[in-house]
């Protein structure tokens, strides 16, 4: 049971990481390496909640707030120029996330840190015991995954982002300010990532490289999902699942390279990766 609960709350934690960069690609069709920085910036933004003595639930709504504020700053100076030059604009976020990480250690030192839970304890489960905490992460992407796919399907705003994601020229013909989607985009984008940030501190712990790893595992996961919240969701649960039977019954270092290995495999075989053909 607990290594069953243990792929289930890793799908959850990876959905959650993972989705901001889902919703940046799928409108912009660039990749944002400085998705690593914002999740970084959830995690101090977190433990800065902590330091203050805040709620610790506060964090979450803190953390998204900055991250968006960032998003836009950053959309607006440095990659909307880019727009036209995808591959320039990837090399810029790639830079982008290292200057988050070198400014991050400047204001808050190298030392690894540590936040407050707004959960903590154990419930029993089937005999034994498991962390509360990551159960409740699984609703938290639950209800993440609905609230994004319900904007996306259910209301003008989903509508005009698709239309953006279909056929941007086209959309741009019947009026609809791409620009401004694009903005609204990474600036949800951004603030999805410290959210996530701030979620997964209390698992672990914060330090200025925090989101480097999670960044890799995220972009495989995005690249094997397409533009899907339900191929991504399929991706973290198969690929996440693997890297825990790994991990669990094998080489947890082998087990952290399992996301990425399964992935380049499935792009091989199945270049369209979990999406529907």
């Known amino acids: 049971m607990a290594t069953l609960l243990d ?13 901001g960069l889902l919703i940046v690609f ?4 660039i990749i944002n390496f400085a998705h690593g920085g914002f999740l970084t910036v959830g995690g101090y933004s977190a433990l800065a909640v902590t330091k203050l003595g805040w709620n610790p639930w506060f964090s979450l709504a803190f953390a998204f707030v900055i991250g968006g504020v960032c998003g836009m700053i950053i959309e607006r100076l440095v990659v909307r120029p880019l727009y036209s030059r995808p591959l320039d604009a990837i090399l810029a976020t790639w830079g982008l996330g290292i200057i988050i990480g070198q400014g991050i250690t400047l204001a808050f030192g190298r030392e690894v840190q540590f936040v407050q839970s707004p959960v903590s304890g154990a419930v029993d489960i089937a005999g034994g015991s498991y962390s509360e905490y990551r159960l409740l992460l699984v609703g938290i992407a639950i209800v993440l995954a609905i609230v994004l796919g319900l904007a996306l399907n259910a209301t003008r705003l989903g509508l005009v982002t698709r239309a953006v994601i279909m056929n941007e020229n086209l959309a741009k013909g ?9 903005f609204g985009t990474f600036s949800l984008g ?3 990532a410290s959210l996530a940030g701030a979620l997964i501190t209390p698992l672990s712990s914060v330090d200025p490289n925090m989101g480097v790893p999670w960044l890799v595992n995220a972009f495989m996961l995005v690249m094997v ?10 991706a973290c ?13 094998g080489n947890p270092i082998l087990g952290g390279l399992t996301i990425v290995v399964l992935a380049a495999l499935v792009l091989r075989f199945r270049p369209q990766g979990f999406a529907r053909d």
């Open 190 to 192: 951004a603030g999805l």
């Open 237 to 249: 649960l198969v690929l996440g699942g693997a890297q825990v039977l790994v991990s669990s019954w």
């Open 26 to 29: 799928g409108v912009m069709k």
């Open 174 to 182: 019947l009026g609809i300010n791409s620009g401004l989607v694009r």
């Open 7 to 19: 792929i289930v709350t890793t799908a959850a934690i990876l959905f959650a990481v993972s989705a």
């Open 225 to 234: 999902s397409g533009v899907s919240l339900v191929s991504l969701g399929v």
